[in-house]
């Protein structure tokens, strides 16, 4: 293709060329013209101009594809505004003579549709510079539309917007026939013509005035009706041009006068309110009379679009300053009558509502404007419940008043839900100012008659609990008492029973829990409801309701409170269903309706409550429990049976009850194992099969679940895709054969608690939901029963589908199918067989015949079902009759349903069979899918044949390799010739792409000309994908291009990738934005610096009036900013790894920059609202200086008038979080450079002027400051961010010295800072967590050394002094607690350890340099408070031994000093994290003061008192017991502080404490611990405990022995001393010499003091060992002693023995060198070790002979 690279085409090498890359090669040189013209001068191009002309018009007669036709518009007119003008007139004719050509053969068609679209491209860049002949051109376009197809007039659509856009206002003589014309196409059948059309009339309304003056409703009435029908884009590009028409008639008056209509805001938003409540008034006069059938879900859906992207066009401020009127108006949809006509009707516009404010409120503005909207959102919901109460003041309130009232406030209640959980504990002022109170109106809604309202309260008291956790058991207790108060109004008992189950639902998401009280005491008054459910027949409904939802709520709380409360739960269970079948029988001949419906609802809520225990208390649920909790199940299994015949006899309106009751009892099936109910498999298939195939169920109730079953890659024919959008919420209600999107709280209560996430509320309707439930249990069940069983039912399947018609017939495939999804789906996982050949042949047939279905989502079900039952089938033969079924109907098939079917069924095979085992059908599935791709009359079935070829070139592997190059140009020439209108082919073209670069790999670095080929190929490919108008094909270029530049990444063009990726981050389309970012993140962990320089060229290259998508702050502020922006959980990740990769590679050299940057995210003070760039509202202008004097009602519509407003938003406290951790990061990755952390040398090296370079040492101030910020903000999780950040900075420069003041450090001047920013951690009502964490850093400031000065230090240890107070008096009083136990122990355990961490410092402080006479120190400032905390400290440590006793042991029934029975395994991480600093600590204070010493009990008098000896063995258990764990379980930091603690044990002088056995356990320890711990830290100090422990045996005459194995004491510690030996001079051991344990001792002790310290103090030790051998004679003379070495010698061969370390001449280290090798330089050591090797045998002999006798 280099011959292409030529700047007029080569014409002679085109005629040589194959058809099939003739396209390929003008394509690739156009390309390079285009990119050439601009770089040549004028004179150059105009040398060439004719030439050129020549060949660009004569391509246009030659058929070229879409994407080449647009080059060639381009090229011309970049060449005519370059070069000479003079010609552009006759090409403008030659187009024109296209254009009238009559010739309407297809082939002609691509000439017609080149001439126009270059005729488009031309006027829109030379505009004026055609002069007049644009009339005749426009007058030619519209007549060509009387007869042009839909790509013709497609292309005609976008060349009159393109004219309109050229020419401005000089066109205005055609713009009244232009916009005739595309007001009609606004409503064409073809949806890219309707698209096109908007685009073309919404670029009219700047330039021509005349339709602002009378067209405005006639516009707004064609836009609702193009709603109709229409597909995503069609609504979005729609939705674009109503806002965009609306906001400009706000602007009319400021630029018009009194010329036109003036529009105000409440008439704009009615026009909108209009098209949402009943559809528009362009509705058909039979659509008017029809009355409830006049409302459309498109259209609704599409006025949304209007809706949401009106107000975002008026941006932020306008927003702010009209928030009362819109936000009244949203809400107020719902109370119009006709928006509700019907309870789906009512939720799916219930749907839409909310999502218009969220997206408004909690997309476009910051906090504190969020908090306004709350504020006026509650105003709103004590507003509608002043209504209510004056309405309930009459005799009879209108349903009506009450309908409109509960719609409204359940938007509204949500919507504040939302808000306030967006906001986390920056909300906290909305609930405690008296003024803005939220709770008080919330709580209101709880007694109100609807129980959607009482559940949307419910909900946003879970919102605001989880937002604000210490408000979580205040509004417990609250409606608790309310609950008790208000027993005799049901709609009261119902509302307070809700917000409870919701509130208790909330305690899994708030870490710090409530009191386990809280639980038992809920759990008693929903015991007591169930109880007195029977004293009042009015109130048993509600209170069997109520109680059984709250016990149901209970259960979550997890099992350590339902434990205590199980024996009465299994009763309640028990005696809620008869306990015989004779009781059973008896119900049957008593009672009426109502006392049916009071026991039905009693039984589903107890079996609510079964399901919840069941999912949140597994581990309560042994076998005894669950042979328990099936005895209720059998009976209501049994009752279930009955249900027909009880339903005819009282009612249908039980059917509800019945269907509710068959919900919760398929739900706890698929939660308990199944092999505990097998003998009820027969009965329990029967009702499966029966729910999903509708067989008592007249209603064509379709299950949910059919899509997710499906495999995700099959996305793309599904138009699952649109799952991925930012409008998901409301475009989920117009999928078909879904019922995504009807979720409303109503459906089911119980998932107030159950729910997982806190977004979406809702359950879907209670028929879906059952089916789905029935669906998953069969799926289940069916891999274990017989296959007798498995033929019967696939053969009733069947008959099923043959015997119903039309709807129904549907809806029972659909349900079927998703079933045997399911059961295929578990045979796979499970590993279990499908069964005989019957049961296949069976599956088989039911599959082969949806292949032919005339749905598309059953034949995507059907190829799945195919492809996972080759899974279950072990056999080859059957997988290839399936696949020569399929050959043999591709090849005799000619309708689109077969082909496509068929052509997935291929795809599916190979994608669950792999390429290696479907090698033999490769051939043949890939020659048909590539001649089924070709066929261009059929684009349905183009898609599915390219999807199929997709999957087998994704799951082919090797054996694809052969096919890759048909495929590629299969792929290449497609996407030439397709037109862009055909979307979904485009779509399938990418992904088939994206699946032979993956099959290519690696090989696409290759020179050879067959891979340079395809490389170029891809590249050409990506490149027409990527100029595409559909997003979903942008984002999958950008993939392509992502997985191209892992495999080649020199061959992918950066320069001109990150741009466009930097374009794509305000891509008003999610998918777009994803793969744009996770481009980013790929990219920016090679090429950071790349990526960063690419991104700035757009600031630089950007005009003022365009709107930057890179700011001066480049693309890291980007990618902040986009963080505050997105919703979306994937993609704000992958920007937060994008920037954490860019920080590790840039911030080293560009430190400033970096630090500025995060800095400024993190001090934002100022929260000015702004949307996505520049407000519409801050564009108007005055044009008369006279307007300037106009009334204040004109400020509703208008922006700030100033001429630039550059305004944007706070960054909001999750963006904050992040920084804080970005701050942190950027300290980590300065700390390897000395300068950093220097300040006179950072000072040094910045004075030098040629020096850039920036330190961070420099702002330390405004570390300080940003971590002071942080630590004292509104939120908890921010302030918890701030606090270890301000650690970081403690640790950090805490030793930096400040060079003007000689023995003083940097941070000395930033006391008051650290002080300020650590005191409102400790105030009374700052959560726990955030105590602790102010404690830890406390204990780091004290410990720190910067405040040398005692009366600075006690700022911080007065606030620790009133930590230790607050702690003695919670266990003086019993103090209302707001959190759990857990949570209180948490913070108790850091203040312990805070003071354990200083005490050991002032201890440390003082043995190194005692304090001199009549001065204060740092322990006497601990000294007050240390027979106290010594207690304290001994209680951690009894508690954490009893934690650590394994779960078969039984605690105390109180628990121990710092938790209860509830909270032991809750508090185990925390006493983990904290016991190592008070054993230290409390071994400091009993050696000095006595292990016998009597210690305060002025605080927790509870707690036991010690024995001496008590104490000693506790304190060394515990140290021993962390000693002897494995490796992975304690830190280096931990062992080391247990060494210190046995060390100061062995220090303290109790040796009659420490027996024979103790000392050979701790021995056997630090052998241990020799073998598996490579820290030199801890090798030292296990030395000096050996040589404590030497001593301390040696005082003692219990200690000494002989020298056996096993039993002696010497022989332990011999042992130790060879091992460590051994570990610093690996030589010494000839087995170590060639291992990995020799290179790795090698490199890890470098530090020949230290190994030289080391070994002679093992050697001392080895000397004194004789003297602890018995004295078994006197010797005389010169035998004295001679036993002892005889014995010594013994004990020194077993540990040779032992060690395995023989002294071998040829491989031992010269003991002798190493101890006299400080100086000597390494060349000198190699001399010197070579000289003396033959010496070490004698010398090592003679040393150890010498140390030892």
Same mark, same amino acid.
Request: hydrophobic share 40%; glycine share 6%.
């Given at each position: ?71 060639? !518009? ?35 068609? *691509? ?157 704009? #938003? ?73 309870? %789906?009707? !009512? ?44 309405? $309930? ?34 909300? =906290?002022?909305? =609930?405690?100012?008296?003024? $803005? ?21 419910? +909900? ?79 109130? $048993? ?31 309640? +269970? ?127 109730? =379709? ?8 495999? @995700? ?239 087998? !070139? ?69 490149? %027409? ?12 270029? @950008? ?19 990150? *741009? ?24 920016? /962990? ?13 600031? &630089? ?72 760039? &520049? ?61 950093? #952390? ?84 400790? !105030? ?82 003082? /043995?190194?340099? *005692? ?137 303290? &002088? ?95 002790? =470098? ?103």
């Amino acid at each position: 293709m280099e011959l292409a690279h030529n700047l007029t085409l080569n014409e002679e090498v085109v005629k040589g060329l194959p058809d099939h890359k003739k396209d390929i090669f003008i394509f690739e040189w156009l390309q390079f013209l285009e990119k050439v013209l601009t770089a040549l001068n004028r004179a150059d191009v105009k040398e060439r101009q004719k030439t050129l002309t020549n060949q660009l018009t004569a391509l246009l007669t030659k058929s070229p594809g879409p994407p080449t036709r647009c080059l060639i !518009a381009e090229c011309l007119a970049t060449l005519f505004s370059i070069g000479d003008t003079s010609p552009l007139f006759s090409t403008i004719d030659i187009c024109n003579d296209i254009i009238k050509n009559r010739d309407d053969s297809p082939s002609y068609l *691509p000439n017609r549709l080149a001439a126009i679209t270059t005729i488009g491209v031309l006027y829109e860049k030379l505009g004026r510079m055609v002069g007049r002949s644009y009339e005749e051109t426009v007058s030619l376009l519209i007549r060509s539309l009387k007869n042009a197809e839909s790509q013709g007039r497609y292309e005609v659509m976008k060349t009159l917007q393109r004219i309109v856009t050229g020419l401005g206002s000089a066109g205005k003589n055609v713009h009244k026939e232009i916009y005739k014309s595309a007001l009609k196409h606004l409503v064409d059948s073809n949806m890219s013509v309707r698209s096109s059309a908007s685009k073309c009339v919404k670029a009219l309304i700047p330039e021509s005035q005349a339709i602002l003056h009378t067209d405005v409703e006639t516009i707004v009435s064609t836009c609702i009706r193009a709603f109709d029908s229409s597909n995503y884009d069609v609504r979005c590009h729609v939705a674009q041009l109503l806002a965009y028409l609306l906001a400009e008639c706000l602007k009319v008056k400021s630029r018009t006068g009194s010329k036109a209509k003036i529009y105000d805001v409440k008439e704009v #938003l009615g026009l909108l309110a209009s098209g949402f409540v009943k559809a528009g008034k362009g509705s058909s006069a039979v659509e008017m009379v029809r009355g409830a059938s006049a409302i459309n879900r498109e259209i609704r859906v599409g006025v949304t679009h209007a809706y949401n992207e009106f107000i975002k066009l008026m941006g932020a401020q306008w927003l702010e300053r009209n928030m009362t009127l819109v936000l009244e108006h949203i809400v107020t949809l719902a109370a119009n009558p006709r928006t509700t006509q019907t309870h %789906i009707d !009512a939720v799916y516009a219930r749907k839409c509502i909310i999502f218009i404010m969220a997206t408004s409120v909690q997309g476009m503005l910051g906090e504190k404007a969020q908090v306004n909207a709350a504020k006026e959102l509650s105003k709103v919901i004590g507003k509608q419940m002043g209504v209510m109460s004056a309405e $309930s003041h009459t005799d009879s309130p209108q349903q009506s008043v009450i309908t409109a009232t509960q719609h409204v406030l359940v938007c509204s209640l949500q919507e504040l839900g939302g808000i306030v959980q967006s906001l986390g504990t920056t909300a =906290t002022q909305l =609930t405690t100012e008296s003024n $803005s109170d939220i709770v008080k109106p919330v709580m209101s809604v709880l007694t109100h008659p609807s129980s959607a309202a009482r559940l949307a309260a419910a +909900w946003c008291l879970r919102s605001i609990a989880i937002a604000v956790p210490a408000l979580l058991t205040p509004l417990l207790e609250r409606n608790m008492e309310q609950l008790d108060k208000m027993k005799s109004n049901g709609d009261a008992l119902s509302g307070f029973s809700f917000a409870i189950s919701a509130l208790l639902g909330a305690v899994s998401k708030c870490p710090l829990g409530i009191p386990y009280s809280i639980g038992k005491k809920v759990f008693n008054q929903a015991e007591e409801l169930l109880r007195s459910a029977s004293q009042s027949s009015r109130l $048993s409904l509600p209170r069997i309701q109520s109680g059984w939802l709250i016990i149901g709520a209970v259960m979550t709380l997890g099992p350590s409170v339902v434990k205590p409360c199980l024996p009465t739960l299994l009763q309640l +269970w028990k005696n809620t269903f008869p306990r015989t079948v004779k009781e059973l029988e008896a119900e049957n001949s008593k009672g009426d309706a109502f006392t049916w419906q009071v026991a039905l609802d009693g039984r589903a809520g107890a079996l609510g409550s079964i399901h919840s225990f069941v999912t949140r208390c597994g581990d309560l649920l042994n076998a005894e429990t669950t042979k328990r909790i099936l005895v209720p199940l059998e009976y209501a299994f049994i009752l279930l049976q009955k249900m027909p015949l009880i339903v005819k006899e009282h009612g249908a309106h039980l059917k509800a009850c019945a269907a509710m009751l068959r919900l919760r009892l398929y739900d706890i099936l698929c939660g308990l194992p199944p092999h505990s109910y097998e003998g009820a498999y027969k009965h329990l298939f029967r009702e499966l099969v029966a729910e999903f195939t509708l067989t008592e169920n007249p209603a064509n109730t =379709t299950t949910s679940l059919l899509r997710d079953m499906c495999h @995700i890659d099959d996305s793309v024919i599904l138009g699952a895709w649109l799952q991925e959008t930012d409008h998901k919420d409301i475009e989920d209600q117009l999928q078909p054969n879904s019922a995504s999107g009807s979720g409303a709280l109503e459906h089911d209560p119980t998932y107030l608690y159950s729910v997982s996430n806190n977004i979406d509320p809702g359950a879907l309707p209670l028929g879906v939901s059952v089916i789905d439930s029935s669906v998953r249990l069969y799926g289940k069940l069916f891999p274990r029963v017989s296959d007798k069983h498995k033929q019967q039912m696939l053969q009733h399947f069947k008959d099923c589908i043959k015997q119903a018609k039309a709807a129904r017939q549907q809806a029972i495939q659909i349900n079927i199918f998703t079933a045997v999804l399911c059961a295929l789906k578990y045979c796979a996982e499970e590993k279990r067989q499908l069964g005989s050949a019957v049961v296949r042949n069976a599956a088989l047939t039911l599959i082969m015949d949806m292949l032919a279905s005339s749905s598309p989502l059953l034949r995507c079900a059907a190829g799945e079902a195919l492809g996972r039952m080759t899974q279950c089938c072990e056999d080859n033969k059957f997988v290839a009759d399936m696949v020569q079924k399929s050959f043999e109907k591709l090849q005799s098939a000619r309708d689109v349903v077969s082909r496509t079917g068929h052509s997935l069924a291929l795809g599916c095979l190979h994608r669950y069979v792999g390429g290696m085992s479907s090698g033999q059908h490769l051939s043949s599935s890939v020659s048909i899918l590539l001649a089924l791709s070709k066929d261009h009359a059929a684009p349905v079935v183009q898609v599915w044949a390219l999807h199929a070829l997709g999957l087998i !070139a994704d799951s082919g592997g090797p054996m694809f390799r052969t096919y890759v190059d048909a495929t590629l140009t299969l792929v290449l020439n497609s996407l030439l010739t397709v037109p862009p209108s055909n979307t979904d082919v485009h779509q399938c073209l990418g992904k088939c792409l994206a699946a032979l670069i993956t099959n290519l790999g690696p090989e696409l670095q290759g020179t050879s000309s067959v891979i340079s080929d395809a490389r170029l190929s891809c590249l050409i490919s990506c490149a %027409i994908m990527t100029d595409h108008p559909d997003s979903l094909v942008q984002a999958q270029a @950008i993939s392509c291009l992502q997985q191209l530049h892992l495999f080649a990444p020199r061959h992918v063009n950066l320069s001109s990738l990150v *741009p466009r990726l930097c374009t794509s981050l305000t891509s008003p389309h999610l998918l777009l934005r994803r793969s744009s970012v996770a481009c980013l993140r790929q990219l920016a /962990q090679k090429e950071a610096n790349e990526i960063s320089d690419y991104a700035r060229t757009l600031y &630089k290259a950007a005009n003022e009036d365009e709107q930057q998508v890179i700011s001066e702050s480049g693309l890291e502020g980007a990618l902040f900013g986009l963080l505050d922006r997105e919703s979306d959980s994937q993609l704000k990740k992958d920007v937060k790894d994008t920037l954490m990769s860019m920080l590790q590679s840039l911030a080293g050299a560009n430190l400033s920059h970096w630090f500025q940057l995060v800095r400024n995210v993190l001090s934002a003070a100022t929260d000015l609202a702004s949307g996505d760039g &520049k407000d519409l509202s801050t564009t108007i202008e005055d044009e008369d200086e006279d307007e300037e004097n106009e009334e204040d009602d004109d400020e509703q519509f208008k922006g700030v008038k100033e001429k630039e407003v550059k305004s944007h938003l706070a960054p909001k406290w999750p963006t904050r979080v992040f920084a804080v951790t970005c701050m942190m990061k950027l300290m980590q990755e300065c700390k390897d450079n000395r300068a950093h #952390l220097d300040l006179a040398l950072a000072r040094e090296l910045k004075a030098k002027k040629d020096n850039g370079q920036d330190y961070l040492v420099l702002h330390l101030s405004e570390l300080v400051r940003v971590a002071f910020i942080a630590a004292t903000s509104d939120s908890d999780k921010l302030r918890l961010g701030g606090l270890e950040l301000l650690q970081d900075v403690i640790k950090t420069y805490s030793t930096v010295s400040e060079p003007e003041f000689p023995d003083h450090v940097v941070l000395e001047q930033y006391q008051a800072q650290v002080s300020a920013a650590l005191r409102p951690a400790f !105030a009374v009502d700052t959560p726990s967590d955030v105590t602790a964490a102010a404690c830890e850093v406390c204990s780091t400031w004290i410990r720190s050394g910067v405040a040398r000065d005692l009366n600075d230090l006690r700022r911080v240890h007065q606030l620790l002094s009133f930590s230790l107070e607050k702690l003695k008096s919670d266990g003086r009083a019993n103090k209302q607690l707001i959190y759990s136990e857990m949570a209180g122990a948490m913070e108790k355990l850091a203040v312990l350890r805070a003071w354990a961490e200083v005490y050991i410092e002032a201890v440390s402080r003082e /043995q190194k340099k *005692p304090t001199p006479s009549g001065t204060e120190s740092l322990l006497d400032l601990v000294n007050p408070e240390l027979r106290s905390l010594a207690r304290l400290w001994i209680a951690i440590l009894r508690d954490h031994a009893l934690l650590s006793l394994s779960q078969e042991h039984q605690l105390p029934a109180e628990g121990g000093t710092f938790f209860t029975a509830e909270t032991r395994d809750a508090v185990k991480s925390h006493y983990r994290s904290v016991w190592s600093a008070c054993l230290h600590a409390a071994s400091l204070y009993l050696k000095q003061e006595g292990f016998g010493i009597r210690l305060n009990t002025d605080s927790l008098g509870s707690i036991a008192e010690l024995s001496e000896t008590d104490r000693f063995h506790l304190l060394l258990g515990v140290a021993m017991e962390a000693l002897c764990s494995r490796t992975s379980a304690q830190s280096d930091d931990t062992i080391i502080t247990c060494l210190k603690s046995v060390y100061t044990l062995l220090t303290s &002088k109790r040796e009659s404490v420490v027996s024979p056995a103790i000392s050979r356990e701790i021995l056997a320890v630090l052998h241990r611990l020799m073998l598996t711990r490579d820290n030199s830290n801890i090798r030292t100090l296990s030395i000096n405990v050996l040589e404590q422990l030497v001593n301390t045996c040696r005082d003692s005459t219990t200690c000494c022995d002989d020298v056996t194995p096993g039993s002696s004491f010497v022989f332990s510690c011999l042992e130790v001393c060879l091992s460590i030996i051994v570990r610093h001079i690996p030589a010494i051991n000839s087995n170590l010499v060639t291992s990995s344990v020799y290179q790795t001792s090698s490199l890890k002790y =470098t530090n020949q003091q230290e190994m030289t310290q080391a070994v002679c103090a093992v050697l001392n030790v080895i000397e004194q060992l004789p003297s602890l051998l018995p004295q078994v004679h006197q010797p005389t003379g010169n035998d004295t002693g001679s036993l002892r070495r005889a014995q010594c010698h013994r004990a020194v061969a077993f540990s040779l023995l032992s060690e395995r370390s023989y002294l071998s001449n040829a491989n031992l280290t010269l003991l002798g060198y190493q101890h006299n090798q400080g100086g000597v330089s390494g060349q000198q050591h190699r001399r010197r070790r070579l000289s003396r090797r033959h010496q070490g045998s004698a010398y090592i002999r003679n040393s150890l002979q010498t140390r030892l006798f």
